[in-house]
């Protein structure tokens, strides 16, 4: 017998062979499962004729309730499948929510913030940057930046007390790591910086990940230089091979802002039923969607949208929002796996010049 037969009548009777978005809901209308499909009919009444045991069996054993919404192409359902997963962590679904192929760079969001190597972004008010391919090597360059710097790296749970916080307690506070004896962490646990300073260099590191700072190269250029000149020459290998790494890294985040860079274009997608869409595309997030303009009028609000989305100051080089960096990736990958697609975009000043109104 089929899993919940009233279901599966609902999704013959009254669901289209069209793109779109479903999702199954359970007990107390919990989220389940979030999904899409060139042809919703198609894939809903799959699940109802998968055998015992399977996964799509038990989702449709489980499931009280379908929804679902047409959407006109492949690209904006894949789009708003994984902004759905993304937000409502659905416990059937594995895609988008767990598994990360790239790394970031997370400065945290703390009185005393930490340089953190993560395999996925979260609504936690951090800042990310990213992504980069090499997961592994990241968890060193990243802790090596937080030593250049005098960052910690100590669990978040640490009592901070910056130097220049006004406290009952008065005296010496012991460090509580190794790091604050070695001088490689400015060290908030006991009192030594100010947050002032402290802050300045979490400053610099994020401009060094926006590609708008070299200080840590120069510290690490000069610390080699310094000991090189008093012939501790294994010091200097050490500081050599940290500088090698950490200027791989910078390479890694100009070619990474060069590939969202190649990510700024409109793209025309064709829709269901010739319902055309125009994405207008910058660093790899989608800023506009517009019905693909087939008269003058349309043309005309086109190329005004076209403007305000493409003209507005460039903000350069920065973190990224959870959101914002898992929309890059799908984006990226979209064309990736689709490269044909690029005949269908165009760059915004080619397609103001061809297609603006007389």
Not at 99 to 110: G, L, S
Request: charged share 35%; glycine share 8%.
């Amino acid at each position: 017998m089929h899993p919940n037969p009233a279901l599966r009548e609902q999704v013959r009777s009254q669901v289209e062979d069209r793109p779109g978005v479903y999702r199954f809901f359970g007990p107390g209308d919990e989220l389940l499962y979030v999904g899409k499909s060139v042809r919703v009919r198609t894939r809903l009444l799959s699940y109802f004729r998968a055998p015992r045991g399977d996964k799509a069996w038990e989702l449709a054993h489980e499931a009280s309730s379908v929804a679902w919404d047409y959407i006109p192409n492949e690209f904006a359902a894949l789009v708003r499948e994984m902004k759905l997963i993304q937000r409502w962590q659905p416990r059937f679904n594995v895609q988008h929510k767990r598994r990360r192929i790239y790394a970031f760079v997370k400065v945290t969001r703390e009185r005393a913030p930490r340089l953190l190597p993560v395999t996925r972004v979260a609504e936690d008010g951090a800042t990310y940057y990213g992504p980069f391919p090499r997961v592994g090597a990241l968890v060193r360059t990243v802790r090596e930046l937080s030593h250049v710097l005098g960052l910690r790296d100590c669990p978040g749970s640490t009592p901070i007390f910056f130097g220049d916080q006004l406290e009952i307690f008065q005296g010496h506070r012991a460090p509580r790591c190794m790091r604050a004896d070695l001088r490689t962490c400015l060290a908030p646990c006991c009192g030594r910086p100010s947050s002032q300073d402290y802050l300045h260099a979490v400053d610099v590191a994020r401009r060094f990940l926006e590609g708008r700072a070299h200080g840590p190269l120069r510290e690490v250029e000069e610390r080699m230089g310094d000991a090189a000149g008093r012939m501790d020459f294994e010091y200097a290998a050490l500081l050599r091979d940290r500088l090698e790494r950490l200027r791989a890294f910078r390479d890694d985040l100009v070619a990474f802002r060069g590939r969202v860079e190649d990510l700024t274009f409109m793209y025309r997608v064709p829709g269901f039923g010739g319902d055309d869409r125009l994405y207008l595309l910058r660093r790899g997030r989608i800023r506009a969607v517009l019905p693909y303009p087939k008269g003058r009028r349309a043309r005309e609000r086109a190329a005004r949208a076209v403007e305000d989305v493409y003209g507005e100051r460039d903000p350069g080089p920065g973190g990224l929002e959870p959101e914002e960096a898992a929309e890059i990736l799908l984006v990226a990958r979209w064309f990736r796996l689709h490269p044909k697609e690029r005949r269908r975009t165009m760059s915004p000043e080619r397609w103001l010049e061809e297609r603006r109104p007389a």
